[in-house]
């Protein structure tokens, strides 16, 4: 999850209980508020009623178009001691509208100069008073989710617009390449993200030192080793041609003739490496993909034959790429040669090339590591396996800003080139 989407999730949790605690003490506030409004209307109504009715006055018409409403009962002097004054809200029928309305009531007794005690109820319809109350229930709502979208998107735009510097280097990292030319890492203003890009060019600047050493020492070593390796070859085999051995001498001497061409083409391959690490194939042509890999299918069943490993090719009439004609072989080569060298006896080989994808999958018992697989001297065994097939695929991908990947399904395992 990205860091402006975790902050701004969090910001939310944050806000929303602290926005809605607020929504709600505003909103029974304002009820609280309408209501006192209302109690004082019906205070001041009932002391109207009490102070003509003591004075002899004559009381207020029932039917004065306020809907207002009140009844004065005469109440015996045990009934005398109820609460002096209640407020309560209950349905109330209303003459004008012929019908009942919710009304809020105030019930209090008073006593006239003959200490007679009277009960007056006082009662005011509330469905104005109701439908503010909705009115403000929605406005609070609507507020409320407005404010919460205010402050979440304000938040996400400034941060982003803060944080701008930070997208650049990660951008800047996206696109750096070992090896290869590049600019210097965005600098800021802001002292965090100066620091983060100072410290992002001293590791490359690191990074491209011991590339550059590690590059030097495998292409010179290599080099050193091709001659004593080749006159260990030479030797070998002139002893095997030209001396009398006895079958124990002959089976050592075979089995170090093996170690021999399997150093020899260790070396081959890391010399391979360090050439496409030090860009040392400029030069590209058109080349069909689909003749070669016929060709590499067609060489490795021979040479597989006796697994009796199957076969199967989707392929098109023809699929032209540019890119060097050795790397293209060692591309494809590597990739075919690894799903044979790793299938059991019996099973098959499928390659697939369509949508500038080519895919070559195989069987296998179990998942290899995707982070792995394509690092140098990674593998899983094989008679012939040096662990560096995948990472020669790899490094021509990166040359060239291939795509490749691995995945592994319904007991297949799929590498992908993507270009």
Not at 63 to 73: A, E, L, P, Q
Not at 236 to 251: C, G, K, M
Request: net charge negative.
């Amino acid at each position: 999850m990205k860091l402006i989407y975790r902050i701004t999730i969090r910001l939310a949790l944050i806000l929303l209980p602290i926005i809605t605690l607020w929504a709600v003490i505003f909103y029974y506030t304002m009820v609280a508020e309408i209501n006192d409004e209302s109690d004082d209307s019906l205070v001041e109504y009932a002391e109207t009623i009490i102070r003509r009715h003591l004075s002899g006055r004559e009381l207020p018409t029932l039917n004065s178009g306020s809907n207002n409403s009140y009844t004065i009962v005469r109440l015996d002097s045990h009934d005398a001691n109820e609460p002096f004054m209640t407020f309560h809200d209950e349905m109330v029928y209303i003459p004008e509208q012929e019908d009942t309305e919710p009304a809020r009531v105030m019930t209090t007794v008073f006593m006239d100069e003959e200490e007679n005690y009277y009960r007056l109820q006082v009662a005011m319809p509330t469905f104005e008073r109701d439908d503010l109350i909705s009115a403000i229930f929605w406005y609070v709502v609507v507020l409320y989710l407005l404010l919460v979208l205010v402050i979440l998107v304000t938040t996400t735009i400034i941060f982003y617009h803060n944080m701008k510097p930070l997208y650049r280097l990660l951008a800047w990292f996206d696109s750096y390449v070992p090896g290869k030319k590049h600019v210097a890492a965005p600098d800021s203003q802001v002292l965090e993200f100066h620091k983060l890009s100072v410290a992002a060019r001293q590791a490359v600047e690191r990074a491209e030192v011991y590339l550059d050493q590690q590059k030097q020492f495998i292409g010179n070593a290599s080099h050193e080793l091709q001659t004593p390796l080749a006159v260990i070859g030479n030797r070998i085999e002139w002893l095997i041609d030209n001396t009398s051995l006895q079958e124990e001498q002959y089976v050592e001497l075979s089995k170090i003739q093996h170690s021999v061409a399997a150093m020899v083409r260790l070396n081959r391959t890391l010399l391979l490496l360090t050439k496409i690490d030090n860009g040392l194939f400029p030069e590209v042509s058109n080349i069909d993909l689909v003749a070669l890999i016929k060709d590499e299918l067609e060489q490795f069943g021979e040479v597989y034959s006796h697994k009796g490993i199957g076969c199967t090719a989707e392929l098109p009439r023809s699929c032209v790429v540019e890119i060097n004609e050795s790397l293209a072989k060692v591309l494809v080569g590597n990739l075919i040669k690894n799903a044979f060298v790793h299938s059991a006896s019996e099973c098959e080989v499928r390659v697939v090339l369509n949508n500038n994808r080519l895919q070559v999958s195989n069987k296998g018992d179990e998942a290899l590591d995707p982070e792995l697989v394509f690092n140098r001297f990674y593998h899983k065994g094989g008679p012939s396996s040096t662990g560096l097939g995948l990472a020669l695929v790899k490094s021509i991908c990166r040359y060239y800003n291939y795509k490749v990947s691995y995945s592994y399904m319904e007991g297949c395992h799929n590498f992908t080139v993507e270009w």
